[in-house]
């Protein structure tokens, strides 16, 4: 089966470590996404990517960090510089960063304490 | 910088009736999207709306876009309990890179 994939479904960690979020897709798509999702609130991008090894800041980079070394994965680290970490993360893909129909992953809930 | 506001935040209706749920963004962009989210879950692409005066319909919802008003909206129709989710409306950058900009969501809750 085609799709995205996340991994863990939880994650827990002490303040102060920086995690690293995994994000693999076999969909042959070439843009991912990173969004965070806070509770009650909508999605906003961290990180995009349009092609393998290019990658592009979003709205709340400050604190992420990514790579995209092969086109199937888009891991995002959480590092101890981001302030407020603990949300639900999520991962999507498109066929190309111009096409409309964005795929989500199951995502990530991210507790730090 | 783009901006979507979605009201109501919340919506409890009863089953049977009909609600709509607006979607007002702040571009001239012809791309808006709605997507559902259930509980702890991730999100479903529901519609795509490419061109002013576009309407799509699957099962009881019903989306339409005007992008003269810059307003898109979801039409409910003889709700049930299945359609309880958060329903989310987001704008597409018309630019190279197609970022998407997603509203707060919508918590709709039908009650039997």
């Known amino acids: 089966d085609g799709g995205i994939t996340q991994s863990p479904k939880y994650l827990f960690r002490k303040e102060g470590q920086n995690v690293t979020l995994s994000c693999e897709q076999n969909?042959?798509?070439?843009?991912m996404y990173w969004y965070r999702q806070d509770p009650g609130q909508g999605l906003r991008l961290i990180y995009y990517s349009q092609i393998v090894n290019d990658f592009q800041k979003g709205d709340i980079a400050e604190g992420y960090s990514v790579s995209r070394e092969k086109k199937e994965s888009f891991p995002l680290t959480v590092t101890s510089a981001q302030k407020n970490p603990t949300a639900f993360y999520l991962c999507?893909?498109?066929?190309?960063?111009?096409?409309?129909?964005?795929?989500f992953g199951p995502g990530t809930r991210l507790t730090v304490t | 910088e783009l901006k979507v506001e979605q009201n109501p935040l919340f919506l409890s209706m009863q089953e049977g009736k009909n609600y709509t749920i607006y979607c007002n963004y702040s571009?001239?962009?012809?791309?808006l999207y709605w997507y559902r989210q259930d509980p702890g879950k991730s999100l479903e692409s529901l519609f795509v709306l490419l061109s002013n005066g576009a309407v799509k319909q699957e099962g009881r919802l019903m989306a339409s876009l005007d992008t003269k008003a810059r307003l898109s909206t979801l039409h409910i129709t003889a709700a049930v309990h299945d359609l309880s989710a958060t329903y989310f409306c987001?704008?597409?950058?018309?630019?190279?890179?197609?970022?998407?900009?997603f509203g707060t969501g919508t918590k709709l809750q039908v009650i039997p």
């Open positions: 987001a704008e597409g950058d018309s630019g190279g890179y197609q970022k998407v900009t």
């Open positions: 571009t001239t962009s012809d791309r």
């Open positions: 999507a893909s498109k066929d190309t960063p111009w096409t409309h129909e964005q795929y």
């Open positions: 969909l042959n798509h070439d843009a």
